[in-house]
DNA sequence: CGGCATTGTAAA
DNA sequence: TTTACAATGCCG
């Protein structure tokens, strides 16, 4: 009976331990060892893809459509808080094969539109003037991208400071037809966008996917809900492979909104 | 409704 | 680079 109880109390002090080590630094010891594959997304082999490192973001750049797969970052409580003013200037990453020019979008009539938004890089000066490379620009309609785009990615925002880490996901559709092109460059415009978003320090942890037309979203970000699952389905793309498969076929199956509204 | 913030475009 | 303008959405 005694070793029972000392048996019972080394396990309660291991728990506390790992639970004060988790609210002692979020930067450190984290209980899912996943910060770098994270932010890795599986794409099919005839996909073409140039992976691109930068400050506060990995990109996959598709030279043939003239933007991104997908572009993955990490948002943390912190960095959601961050203080950097949004300067910068949209330009052409010269060490990218396929990238286009600012000029590409000239009178296009679409906005050159942020995949990962400058407003997740006031962390960092270096992370706020990459954001501005044209391999983290698309062609988005200004009603998107003023709109029901820019709110989910203040929403990502207010998400990430209540779930101390976020993995966000997102890009253009570009296994829908292509309908047009922009610039001399021949930038395809995308008929729609995704965006995928993880908590995985959650309890329990929580995954969401939004698919949004190039143009107006009636009825705002809700209305473009979906699972993460139905987002692998339309891009053909796996995300968070790195999760342990208990973890992600259950984060990857919910499309629910409202349990990512609740305070705590 | 007007003021404000954010995301942009365009001209000089 | 600086300046002006525009669309969206929130807030009072």
């Known amino acids: ?102 000029a590409d979008y000239r009178h296009s009539g679409y906005d050159r539109g942020h995949l990962a938004p400058a407003g997740d890089m006031k962390w960092s000066p270096e992370a706020m003037r990459e954001s501005f490379m044209m391999t983290n620009i698309s062609p988005q309609a200004h009603t998107l991208n003023a709109g029901a785009w820019k709110k989910l990615e203040e929403k990502c925002r207010q998400w990430a400071r209540r779930d101390s880490v976020l993995y966000i996901v997102c890009g253009p559709v570009l296994t829908d037809e292509v309908k047009e092109r922009i610039g001399p460059t021949g930038v395809i415009v995308p008929q729609r966008f995704f965006k995928v978003v993880l908590a995985p320090y959650a309890n329990p942890p929580r995954g969401i996917g939004f698919i949004m037309p190039n143009g107006a979203v009636e009825g705002g970000m809700q209305r473009a809900v979906v699972s993460i699952d139905d987002v692998e389905a339309v891009t053909g793309f796996d995300f968070f492979s790195a999760l342990p498969d208990s973890i992600e076929t259950i984060v990857e199956s919910r499309a629910d909104f409202n349990g990512w509204n609740r305070p705590r």
Not at 65 to 78: D, G, K, P, R, S
Request: proline fraction near 6%; charged fraction near 25%.
């Open 1 to 102: 009976m005694k070793r029972l109880l000392s048996l019972v109390a080394i396990i309660a002090v291991i728990l506390l331990v790992v639970h004060l080590d988790r609210k002692a630094s979020a930067a450190a010891a984290r209980p899912l060892d996943l910060e770098g594959s994270l932010l890795n997304v599986k794409i099919p082999d005839y996909v073409e893809s140039e992976m691109v490192d930068y400050t506060g973001m990995t990109i996959s750049f598709n030279p043939e459509a003239h933007q991104a797969n997908w572009v993955a970052w990490e948002l943390t409580a912190e960095e959601a808080q961050g203080e950097e003013p949004r300067n910068g200037s949209f330009q052409q990453d010269t060490r990218v094969k396929g990238c286009p020019s600012p």
